[in-house]
C-alpha cells in the first residue's frame, strides 16, 4: 500500500480562511451555514490571483444543512462566483466532514483527477432544523384533505398537545441512534475507563481557553477573516472565549449528560458554535501555472472504525496506523491538533497510546505508542474555547496546524477528529 | 407549431396565420431597435385591422419581434414638432382611432407583452380584451405625466374599469413601473406566465375566450358618479404634497378628467385628447421633454463597449464610498468595498443590505447582490479590479499616500479614479508613476437617486481613461458629464453661490421657511437652508471656502458660527432647523410675514450668475450638457429646461438687467459674468 502510495502525486495546500467561530445561544445567528462558507471563500479567493472559474472542483463538509441548501457545495461554489462549469459537492462523516472534503480533494488531486480544489467544511449549529414530528406530520396531511367546516372542526378537535412537541435536530444528531447514547455518554464511558476525574477535565477546559485567549492577544489566528451580517454588527474573533474561566467556576457547572453523577459538563465540553473554514488545494502543476504560494503539503491520511460507545477515541485508531505509515515516531512529530470534543476525550486520547493494555489490545501493538508532548498539542486552543461547528472541524485543525508549524518553523503535523457513530479521521501535513 | 402563412408584407409589422387560424401580429418598427408608435405605425396598424375585420380569423395576438420588449410608447421626437392645439388634437385623435378599432374587433384578442409595455404601447395593450405578461421581463407602465402630460390613446379611459380607480389613478398619476407579478395580482394582465407558456396562454385565451377581467368590489365603486368627487378631493391633496400645479398641471388636469367624464366613456375620449394637446403644447411638457432628450444624450456619451468592467474596487466605506460600491454592487459588479475600519465596513454591508431590500423585493435576488458585495479590510482588491475608486476624506496627503501605495499593485489599464470634490486633480495626480491617468468621478448624494456623475479631467488627461470613465457609468446606468478639473466642478460650483445667498438671507432676517419657501416655489427640489443642513453645515463652509479662494464667492459669517458652535445641520439635529431622529421638527409659520420681494431674483440669479460663468470657462462644453448636468446633480427645477434654457427663453438682457439692478441694490457679488455681455447670438 505504501509503495502505490508514494507514486502519487504531492498536494499543496495553498492557503485557507475561516470565519470566526460564533456560539449558538439558543435563537439563530445571523448566518446560514452557505453564509459562512461564502463569507470565508470569498475572502480566500480575494488573496490569489485566480478567477474562482478555474477550480476543477468544490468539496464542502456538513453535516445538516439548511432546507434551501441541499448539496450545499454546490450552493456555495455559485454564489462564490466559481461559475456553472464548475462541479461541486457536499461530504457528510459526521464531526470529520470537513476533513472529510480535505481528503476528497486530496486523494483527488494526488490521483491526477484534479489540479486544483475549493475544500473545506461548514456547520451553523444554530440554524439546526427543529421538525414537527410524526403525529402532526400525519394530522396536517388529514387536514389538507378536509374539504368542509365539519370535517375541519373535527379534525381541530383532533389535535393534542403532544401533536406540537417539536423534534429538535441538534439533539438528535449528537445523539448515537444504534447504542442510545449521547455524544457526552459517550465522554463519560472514558473518563471512567481511563479514571479521568472532574478536576483533571476541568483544568483541561481552563488551558484551552488560556491558550485561545494567548493565540488570539499575540495575532496567531491570521487565518480569521471578520464577517459582518446585515444589521451592522461585526464578527473578527471567536467569541466563545471565556478569558476569566477558572478552576472554580468550572467546578460549580452540572454535569449534563450523565445527569447529577457524571462528570462532563458544559464548560469540559466543546461549544456549539456556527463557523466555516475553507481551504485551496493544489497540484505542483497548478502552483506553478497559477504562480500561487504554498502554505504546506498533505502527506497522507487515514480513516479507523472502533466501538460507536467509545467514539472519543477515533484519534488513536485513525493517528495510529497513519504514523506507522509514515514511519514517524511520536517525537518525530512537531505540533498535533486533536480535536477538542470533550477535554476528557483528548485526555482519553493520550491515556490510551500510553496504556499497554489498550496498545496491545485494542490498536494491536507490541509496545505502547508513547505519550504526546501536552505543549505540542493544541497549542493554540481547541473545541471546548474555540467551539466545534461539526462540519467545519476538521478543515480549521488542518489548517491552523499548518499555521502553527509556519510560525514556529516547525516541519510535521498531525491533525486528528473522534467522530459521533465510533469512527477517528487523522491527516498528516508537512513543510518544507 | 405552423405560423408560415405569410400574408401581405408591412413594413412596420409582420402578420402570420397558424394552423388554428389564429393572426399572430409581431410589431417590428423599420429600422428601429424598439418598437415605437411613430404615426405609420400607427397608420399600418389601422389597415392591418380593417383587413383583419374583412378576413375574420379566430383571434389576433399582438407580440413583439423586437429583443428590447413590447411597445416603448409614443414617439417623442413627434411631440417637438407639434403646430398647436389643433394640430396635437388631430395626432392624438388619430391614436385614439386605432385602438378603438382594435378594441372593436369582434374576435378575441390578446397582447403578448414581453420587456417593456409603457405610455402607448401599455394602452395598445389595453385595448386588447385580454393581457399575458411574461413573468420575469415585463415591465408595464403608463409614465406619461414624468413628461408633463398623461395618457391619450384612451388609457385614462380603459384603465380605471379595468383595475378599479385607486390602482389606475396611482398607476397613471406616479407612472411607475409595474412589475409582471404585481400586474397580474392586481388584475392589470390576465396571466403572469414564464417565457415557455407564452404563445401557448395566448392561444388559450384566444380559443377558449373567457369574460374579461373587470375590476371588482370597492375598487370598481369608486368610479361611481357618487364616489368620485370625494376620491378626486383626496387624490389632489395627495398629488398637492408632490407637484405644484402652477408647475406640473398634468397630474390635477388627470384627476379632473376621470372625475368629470368617467361615466361617459366616448365623451372622456374625445375629453382626454384635447386635455393631452393642451398639456403637450405647454412649457412643462416642452421642457421635460428636453430634459427626455438631454438624458439620451447625456447617456449616449458613454459607450459600455469601451470599457469591460467586472469587478471595482472602493476604498473608503463613508457614506459616499459605500453607497459607490452598494451602487454597483446592484448594478451588477463584482465589489471590493476597503476600509481600515471593521465597523466601518459593517455600516456599509447594513445600508447596502436595506437599499438591496427596497429595491429587488426577493431574498434570492438580495443574496446574489450581497455575495458580490465584498467587505476588502485588507484591500486585496485593488490587484483584482478594473476599476479602483478613492473616496476617502478630503485630504491631500492621505489620498496621495494612499495612491503611491495603490497604483503599482493595480492592474495593467486598470482605471484610478478619485470621488473629490474639491481637490484639484492636478494637485492629487503628483505622486503617480502615470499623472495623466487620474480621473474623477464624482458622485452625488444619495447615489442610489442621483444619476449624475461629473467626470473630472485636465486638459492633458488621457482621453481613452475619460472615454472608460464615462464607458463605466453606462455600466453602472448613471448619466457621465465631462467637466473640467476647476474648484467646484459644475454642480457644487452653482449651487454654492445660491445657498451662500439664502444663508445671507437668513443673515439678514428673513426667516428659514421663507427663504425655503421662495426656492420651492421657484420650482428647486428642496430649499437651499433645508439643503445646507443636509449637507451638513461643515462641509458646506469647506466647500464654500475652497470656492472663496478663486471665485467671487464670499463665505457669511453666520456659517462659521454656527459651525463653531457645532450646530452641523441635520447629522448633529440642530442646524439652521432643528431635527429629532434626523428628521425636521415642525416649526411655526408665521403666516402675516412678508419677504423681500427680491427674495427668489437673489438666490435664483446668484445660481444663474454662475452658470453663465461655467459656460463661458468651458468647465462644460456647451449649454446643453450644462442644463444636463445641473439638472441631474442639482434636481435645478426640470420643468423649466435647466438654467441657460431658462436665461434664453427669458431673454438674456432682461436677465443681465436684473442681475445688474441686484448688484447696484446688494453689491459685487451680483456682478454679471462676462458670458452675459458675450456675442449676442
Redesign the interface.
Known sequence: MAATRSKQRPVFVVDGARTPFLKAGGKPNAFRASDLA?AAG??LL??H?IDPSVFDEVILGCVMPGPDEANIGRVVAL???CGKGVPAWTVQRNCASGMQALDNAFRNIADGRSELVLAGGVESMSHAPVLLNEDMVGWLADWSRCKTFGQKAKAVGQLRGGHFKPIIGLLRGLTDPVVGLSMGQTAEILAQRFGIDREMMDAYAMQSHKRLAKAQDEGYLSEIE?I???????Y?QDNGLRRDTDMASLAKLKPVFDRHFGLVTAGNSAQVTDGAAMLILASEEAVQKHNLPVLGRILDSQWAGLEPSQMGLGPVHAMTPLLDRLSWKLDKVDYWEINEAFATQVLACVEAWKDQDYCSNELGLKKVMGEIDPATLNVDGGGVSIGHPVGASGARIVLHLLHVLKRTNGKRGVASLCIGGGQGGAMAVERE | MAQQITEQPYKNWRLERDDHDIAWLYADKAEASANVLSADVLEELYEILSQLQRDRPQGLIILSAKRSGFILGADINEFTTLGGQADAEALIGRGQAVLDRLEALDMPTVALIQGFALGGGMELALACRYRIADEDSAKLGLPEVKLGIHPGFGGTVRLPPLIGAPAAMDMMLTGRMISSRAAAKMGLVDYAVPERRLKDAAKHLVLQSPVPKKAKGWQAWVNHDLLRPLMAMYLRKQVSGKARKDHYPAPYAMIDLWAEHMSDPRRMMREEAASVARLVIGDTAQNLVRVFFLQERMKALGNKRDLDVKHVHVIGGGVMGGDIAAWCALRGLTVTIQDRNHETLARVMKRAHSLYKKKLKLPRLVMGVMDRLIPDIHGHGVAKADVVIEAIFENIEAKQGLYKEVEPRMKPGAILATNTSSIPLEVLREVLAQPTRLVGLHFFNPVAKMQLVEIVRNDDTDAEVVKQAMAFCRHIDRLPLPVKSAPGFLVNRVLMPYLLEAVHLVEEGVPAWAVDKAALDFGMPMGPIELADTVGLDICQSVATILSQQLNVEVPQRLKQMVDSGKLGRKSGQGFYSYADGKKVKQEIDKEYVPPRDITDRMMFRFLNEAMACLREGIVEEADLLDGGVIFGTGFAPFRGGPMHYIQERGRDDLRRTLENLEHNHGGRFKPDRGWYDGND
Open positions: 461564502v470569498r475572502q480575494l488573496r490571483a454564489r462564490l462566483g471578520a459582518y451580517d446585515t444589521r451592522g454588527t461585526v473578527d
